[in-house]
C-alpha cells in the first residue's frame, strides 16, 4: 500500500512511488529465492474527482497508468490493473476496493445453486438434508464472513435458488414461511441456519475475544 502523505501530493506522483516499490520487492523476493508471479498479481489506483456533489474514483481511462515487474526469467510484464468497483480473489474473499461486494454474492450464489442440484438430484432423508445444510453447506460459507458485509437482501439472493430445493429435500412445502424455517426450533420453527445473522455472529465473535484479552 502507498498513500499520499498529504493533499498536495499528485496521483502520478503516488503512483510513481508505487512502481519503485513494486520494483524494490521485486528485488528483494529474487534475493531470497523467490520471484513475483505477474499471472497471479493484480493493482489498483484510487484517486478522486469531484462530480455532481460527490467525491467519485478515477477510471484507468481518466488516470492511465502501467506498473511494470519482471518475471523469474528477467521479462518485464505490466500488472493487470482493476477499477475500484472489480474484485478479485484473494484468501478466498471477493474484495473490491470500493466496498461492493456483488463477486462475492455471485460466488455465494454459485455454490447455493450447485447445492440445489445435488439435493434435487439425489434422494436424501429429511434429517439428513437438514443436517448437510446447516452443518455442511452453512459451514461452507463462514470462512469469508468476518471479512465481509452483505445486506440481508443480498443474502436473500444467494438463497433464492436453494430455498424451494431444500424444503422438498425436507418434505416440506416449497413456499413454506421464511421466516418460520430460519426460526429456532424450540421455537417451534425449523432451526435452519440463516447466513445473514450467521455473518453477524461470525464478526461479533472475535471483538469480543479482543475485549476480554484487552483487559
Known amino acids: 500500500?502507498?498513500?499520499?502523505?498529504?493533499?498536495?501530493?499528485?496521483?502520478?506522483?503516488?503512483?510513481?512511488?508505487?512502481?519503485?516499490?513494486?520494483?524494490?520487492?521485486q528485488g528483494l523476493l529474487e534475493a531470497?529465492?523467490?520471484?513475483?508471479?505477474p499471472d497471479k498479481?493484480?493493482?489498483?489506483?484510487?484517486?478522486?474527482?469531484?462530480?455532481?456533489?460527490?467525491?467519485?474514483?478515477?477510471?484507468s481511462s481518466e488516470f492511465p497508468f502501467f506498473l511494470t515487474v519482471p518475471d523469474a526469467?528477467?521479462?518485464?510484464?505490466?500488472?493487470?490493473?482493476?477499477?475500484?468497483?472489480?474484485?478479485?480473489?484473494?484468501?478466498g474473499v471477493f474484495v473490491s476496493m470500493d466496498g461492493n461486494w456483488k463477486d462475492q454474492t455471485a460466488a455465494f450464489r454459485k455454490k447455493a445453486t450447485a447445492f440445489a442440484t445435488q439435493l434435487q438430484s439425489k434422494v436424501i432423508h429429511p434429517k439428513d438434508a437438514w443436517y448437510v445444510y446447516n452443518h455442511v453447506f452453512?459451514?461452507?460459507?463462514?470462512?469469508p464472513m468476518v471479512a465481509l458485509y452483505m445486506s440481508k437482501k443480498e443474502w436473500d439472493e444467494v438463497m433464492n435458488p436453494l430455498y424451494p430445493k431444500l424444503m422438498n429435500a425436507l418434505g416440506i412445502v416449497r413456499n413454506f414461511p421464511k421466516d418460520?424455517?430460519?426460526?429456532?426450533?424450540?421455537?417451534?420453527?425449523?432451526?435452519?441456519?440463516?447466513?445473514?445473522?450467521?455473518?453477524?455472529?461470525?464478526?461479533?465473535?472475535?471483538?469480543?475475544?479482543?475485549?476480554?484479552?484487552?483487559?
Open 1 to 25: 500500500i502507498n498513500a499520499a502523505s498529504s493533499g498536495e501530493v499528485s496521483p502520478t506522483q503516488v503512483a510513481n512511488e508505487m512502481q519503485l516499490m513494486a520494483l524494490l520487492w
Open 32 to 37: 531470497t529465492g523467490g520471484a513475483l508471479r
Open 41 to 59: 498479481s493484480f493493482w489498483y489506483v484510487l484517486a478522486f474527482k469531484w462530480a455532481q456533489a460527490h467525491y467519485k474514483y478515477l477510471s
Open 73 to 91: 526469467e528477467g521479462w518485464e510484464f505490466i500488472l493487470d490493473r482493476l477499477e475500484p468497483s472489480q474484485a478479485n480473489e484473494t484468501l
Open 138 to 143: 452453512s459451514k461452507s460459507l463462514e470462512y
Open 180 to 215: 418460520l424455517a430460519f426460526t429456532q426450533r424450540r421455537l417451534n420453527g425449523l432451526g435452519l441456519t440463516h447466513p445473514f445473522y450467521s455473518m453477524h455472529i461470525k464478526q461479533c465473535v472475535p471483538l469480543l475475544e479482543e475485549t476480554i484479552c484487552a483487559r
